[in-house]
């Protein structure tokens, strides 16, 4: 509860830096006026306590699990718990409906949710982080399954293109390359999780990127992407798997080390 | 880039001026719709007269009659619906990320309010009323009373201006080269 109220109404200090550094060096006056508009609305939901976007997302965490912690309550009904919780409380939007009846579960949980991406680590500890993941951005992610002859980026870069403008940019761009179909995805969303990214190609084609001109909401700009991040798994010497998750400017997540 | 400040119902004098790329405040009702509001539309016609409206694309956060959070929602997945719902006398569609250019030609704008800043939109909205309560908080069709709603970016002119089409020729252009 007190992860995803933090990651509603207010966006970790790194992603303010960077909308901030952009705004300041934006050379067309709607992207400069959008970025800053963009910043004035996290002040003011921080002010508020209110959410930052209507679109509240669905939820989503990760959890790094202690191997030598044992649990003697159900971990996922535990989250599912806060996130009824935040939808009462914050309030958080209703969003979670069945995929055929449309039938929406009215508190953001039931069948498959909240989404608990679980890891094992080292120690007795246990650190939750809240990443709620609205549509807009969501709905234009995509997995490719290409060629091993094929250039991953050139898909990537095409993709961005014909996609951003509804994704909300400025974007975050998770890439999962390599592994199979659903773990190229995985993997994609697992890179959202650890932006941003700093190596060479990740800095080489965020640069590509920017240089596509779609600007904040896809009304042109220097400002297309925030950071980009790639994780990989081998795939098989017949495949390659691309999958991008788009991330809105609005990068929203917090992280509780629960004692 | 003009900066506008404009009052609705919009008249058809105040979308002529408009231009891609300008700057609008609206001041007074603006209608929320999004993908159920917009099928019911279609099967039996609108709760309410939409002549001179701003429609917005926007699935708000109420609480005990307050906006608390609303800002845009994708307008593509309302695109199907540009056309009858133009015929019908709104005059200027609000949203983010767009919609093909063509169904406004002679007829009315696109107005880009930035997405992702519900809390700040929220700050301009007051609830009138709702229609379509039905189909839920997000889906209903919120009846607003807004105060200088904006900073909006006219996207979509009525006379084929679109800044959409531009950045996504220029991006074509910059991946070809």
Redesign the interface.
């Given at each position: 509860m007190r992860a995803l109220q933090k990651a509603e109404t207010s966006l970790p200090s790194w992603v303010l830096q960077r909308i901030e550094d952009a705004a300041r060096q934006e050379t067309s006056?709607?992207a400069k006026?959008?970025l800053e508009?963009?910043l004035?609305?996290?002040r003011?939901?921080e002010r508020?306590r209110?959410?930052?976007?209507?679109?509240?997302g669905l939820p989503i965490f990760r959890v790094q699990m202690g191997r030598d912690l044992r649990l003697d309550f159900d971990l996922h009904e535990a989250v599912a718990e806060g996130v009824r919780v935040a939808t009462e409380q914050i309030?958080?939007?209703?969003?979670a409906v069945d995929p055929l009846t449309r039938k929406?579960s009215g508190n953001n949980t039931g069948l498959g949710m909240p989404d608990i991406i679980l890891d094992m680590v080292d120690g007795a500890g246990l650190t939750l982080t809240a990443f709620p993941k609205?549509?807009?951005s969501e709905?234009m992610s995509l997995v490719g399954m290409l060629n091993p002859a094929d250039d991953p980026f050139d898909f990537i870069?095409?993709t961005v293109?014909e996609r951003a403008?509804?994704?909300?940019p400025p974007l975050f761009l998770g890439i999962g390359l390599g592994g199979t179909f659903d773990l190229a995805a995985r993997l994609a969303k697992r890179a959202l999780f650890n932006m941003p990214g700093s190596s060479p190609e990740e800095l080489k084609l965020l640069a590509r990127v920017n240089?596509?001109?779609?600007?904040?909401?896809?009304?042109?700009g220097d400002t297309t992407a925030l950071g980009v991040r790639i994780e990989r798994a081998l795939c098989h010497t017949a495949s390659l798997p691309v999958a991008i998750n788009f991330q809105?400017?609005?990068h929203r997540s917090a992280t509780e080390v629960i004692r | 880039?003009t900066e506008y400040h404009l009052k609705t119902p919009l008249s058809g004098a105040d979308v002529e001026r408009l231009a891609a790329?300008d700057?609008v405040f609206l001041t007074g009702r603006i209608y929320t719709a999004r993908d159920k509001a917009h099928a019911r539309m279609r099967q039996s016609g609108s709760p309410i007269s939409l002549q001179g409206a701003a429609l917005y694309h926007?699935?708000?956060?109420i609480?005990e009659g307050r906006v608390?959070?609303?800002?845009p929602?994708?307008s593509?997945r309302m695109a199907r619906y540009t056309d009858e719902i133009l015929s019908s006398g709104v005059r200027a569609i609000i949203g983010?990320?767009?919609v093909p250019g063509e169904p406004f030609r002679g007829r009315a704008v696109y107005l880009?309010f930035?997405?992702?800043?519900?809390?700040?939109?929220?700050?301009q909205l007051k609830v009138c009323g709702v229609h379509l309560q039905e189909l839920?908080?997000?889906e209903s069709m919120w009846d607003f009373e807004a105060k200088d709603f904006g900073?909006m970016?006219v996207?979509v002119d009525k006379h084929g201006g679109d800044?959409?089409r531009?950045?996504?020729a220029?991006?074509?252009k910059?991946?070809t080269d």
């Open positions: 006056q709607i006026s959008h508009f963009m004035e609305n996290v003011i939901a508020t209110l959410p930052l976007c209507q679109d509240t309030p958080l939007r209703p969003n929406n609205g549509a807009g709905n870069l095409r293109a403008a509804n994704a909300c240089r596509l001109g779609i600007g904040p909401m896809g009304l042109g809105c400017w609005a | 880039m790329g700057v926007c699935g708000p956060i609480k608390l959070s609303a800002g929602t994708t593509g983010k990320g767009g880009a930035p997405g992702g800043c519900g809390a700040a939109a929220a700050q839920g908080m997000a900073p970016i996207a800044l959409y531009d950045v996504r220029s991006a074509q910059t991946l």
